[in-house]
């Protein structure tokens, strides 16, 4: 039987899954044993709750950061999520601390503005159809068969008359053929993520098509944490405190600001140097949208990246162009590497 992930878990039978513990606490509910945070091979996070009924389990040793596989575990499947419960058909190998290899592959795209009709710049102005800039990418990342897709922000334009159903609908779509695929959906809010903005993405999650990116990590294939900082108006009262991640992984910040080694205002938000020391977290790459023009800076042992749109926000400047980053990562070695989105 071939182990399963989160995604795949039913209320029925029993299951054959490989969890990694990210942490775990004596249960002081009547016949728990053991209530445990875990993680599947995607880096789906979701509860495990092993009751005394386990001969196997009630008194394992269960060790922080390692990797197990679970036979003969059932779930229960609710709204809100699934639980997977140990009981006594359970058993358990311990697979160790670490993979044979740590490798992800991540597309990062952002500032797409589902809904903008006119885009200026330069003092011309010229009609774009955002939802052309959406497709190519996530097509791109099917393609590729890429782990996850990241989005930096401004996902819709949302203007002040609110998100057309129309609009909705688009995305709606291109997250289901994501799900599909296996592939997750990790997002950061932008600037123009505003109410309206805020409820299409919430329901997005309900429905099991993105993840909202925080201060708590998501990992992916055990080999990438990525952390996200959503749009701040004011990034002087900004509190960088983060979830410390295992040993081995690179850790990747998702911000949606003015970075002054991007920017071109003589005012940014904030510069890599002060993302970098005010972290609790040693980060290895910090990736920004916001700015609509693609670029990247080495700053010290911090790679930093500014992604261009994937709308056409420019005409003959080539770092304005429709566009989406490729991330691979093995073994802690990054490659970043740009590709060009067709949008015509």
Not at 167 to 180: F, M, Q, W
Not at 275 to 291: E, K, M, Q, T
């Amino acid at each position: 039987m071939p182990a399963t992930v989160y995604e795949d878990l039913t209320d029925s039978g029993t299951h054959q899954i490989v969890i990694r513990v990210r942490s775990c606490k004596r249960s002081n509910v009547e016949n728990r044993a053991y209530e445990l945070d875990v993680e599947d091979r995607n880096g789906t996070r979701f509860r495990f709750v092993v009751w005394e009924k386990s001969k196997h389990g009630s008194e394992y040793d269960w060790q922080v950061g390692h990797w197990y596989e679970l036979s003969g575990v059932t779930a229960n499947v609710w709204p809100n999520g699934k639980i997977l419960h140990g009981a006594s058909k359970l058993r358990i190998d311990h697979l160790g601390s670490e993979r044979n290899s740590r490798e992800a592959t991540i597309l990062y795209l952002t500032d797409s503005h589902l809904g903008k009709q006119i885009h200026t710049y330069g003092g011309k102005r010229w009609s774009v159809t955002p939802e052309r800039g959406i497709k190519a990418a996530i097509a791109s990342a099917i393609e590729q068969r890429v782990d996850a897709v990241v989005h930096g922000g401004d996902l819709f334009h949302n203007p002040g008359d609110g998100i057309s159903e129309d609009d909705i609908e688009t995305c709606r779509r291109e997250l289901v053929k994501l799900a599909s695929n296996g592939i997750p959906f990790y997002f950061i809010y932008g600037n123009h993520e505003r109410d309206a903005g805020r409820r299409v993405m919430e329901e997005f999650i309900d429905n099991g098509l993105a993840l909202h990116l925080g201060p708590r990590y998501e990992l992916i294939n055990d080999a990438v944490a990525i952390y996200g900082i959503d749009y701040r108006t004011k990034w002087s009262d900004t509190v960088v405190d983060l979830e410390p991640a295992s040993e081995g992984v690179v850790t990747i910040l998702c911000v949606h600001q003015s970075v002054e080694a991007f920017s071109p205002t003589s005012e940014p938000d904030c510069d890599i140097r002060g993302i970098r020391d005010a972290s609790n977290v040693p980060l290895d790459v910090i990736i920004s949208g916001h700015i609509h023009a693609r670029d990247t800076k080495q700053i010290g042992d911090t790679y930093a990246l500014s992604g261009g749109s994937t709308t056409r926000v420019g005409s003959e400047h080539d770092a304005l162009q429709p566009s989406a980053e490729l991330l691979t990562v093995i073994d802690g070695e990054i490659k970043v590497t740009r590709q060009k989105l067709e949008t015509t």
